[in-house]
């Protein structure tokens, strides 16, 4: 993937005003493998708000889209802004969220890409998310692996699967990443792995959260075919400037863990 392309959507965001929202944004596919020509609905997420940020529940969706992207990363390297496509599913002003509709036209493995900044209540925010679908002539017979998923998008706080998000997931397989800030591993910082439906215990629960090692690196192993939010977060209080006393990130990544895929053994 062209990961040049997606650092200067995102450069663009981080120099827009836009209002940051204290809970964190997410994208996810309900679709993981899907047959070259189909919809894909890729869905916009606001929520993960209680639990010190460990919970898998919508909140309610972007009031704005101010300072947003959200683009689907082709197996060709070509970027498509899903922006202009997306449509609002809830029936009252802050409830349900935003989908847009994909049609994949190539076969191969597609990152859908979501970036957010902004300056809210005298602190600076830069929100990251990310998920995978592949595309496929024939769902059971879907095109070989491929690496690129591996490679970071620049966002400043960035989840980087070291397995493959599609057809390396399912129960009983690790699911290994990089958790990178500003390009670099973040040693000695929480992961959370966060099953749908799941709650985690308050401050940290060794069932669903890991500690990165010293190359920023964590893994974990799901029991069943559920999504699976992974989320990490990093203040920095001396990140300061004009309009605000501190700078929190905030990295999300879905994974769509299947309880059994015959494409994917």
């Not at 859908?112 to 024939?138: D, E, M, Q, Y």
């Not at 992961?191 to 401050?203: H, K, Q, W």
């Not at 959260?209 to 209080?237: N, Q, S, W």
Request: aromatic share 8%; hydrophobic share 40%.
């Amino acid at each position: 993937m062209k990961a040049h392309l997606f650092r200067a959507a995102t450069m663009a965001v981080a120099c827009a005003a836009a209002v940051v929202q204290a809970h964190d944004t997410w994208v996810q596919t309900a679709t993981t493998v899907a047959r070259t020509h189909d919809v894909v609905h890729v869905d916009l997420v606001l929520g993960n708000h209680g639990n010190d940020h460990r919970d898998f529940k919508i909140a309610g969706k972007l009031g704005s889209l101010d300072g947003t992207t959200l683009a689907v990363l082709g197996p060709d390297g070509t970027t498509t802004d899903l922006v202009p496509a997306l449509v609002d599913l809830g029936f009252a002003p802050k409830e349900g969220y935003w989908s847009a509709r994909f049609v994949a036209a190539d076969e191969g493995l597609h990152c859908v890409a979501h970036a957010r900044s902004g300056i809210r209540h005298g602190g600076r925010g830069f929100k990251g998310g990310k998920t995978w679908f592949l595309a496929a002539h024939a769902v059971d017979a879907p095109p070989q692996p491929t690496a690129e998923f591996t490679t970071p998008l620049g966002h400043p706080l960035e989840l980087v699967p070291e397995t493959h998000p599609v057809l390396g997931t399912g129960p009983g397989k690790p699911i290994a990443l990089r958790l990178l800030f500003k390009g670099k591993p973040l040693a000695d910082h929480r992961v959370s792995f966060i099953p749908r439906g799941a709650t985690l215990d308050e401050g940290f629960d060794p069932n669903y959260e890991r500690m990165t090692d010293t190359e920023g690196r964590c893994h974990y192993t799901p029991t069943e075919g559920t999504f699976i939010l992974v989320v990490a977060h990093l203040v920095k209080p001396d990140e300061k400037g004009e309009g605000y006393d501190k700078t929190s990130y905030a990295a999300t990544l879905v994974l769509n863990v299947p309880e059994r895929c015959d494409c994917c053994d």
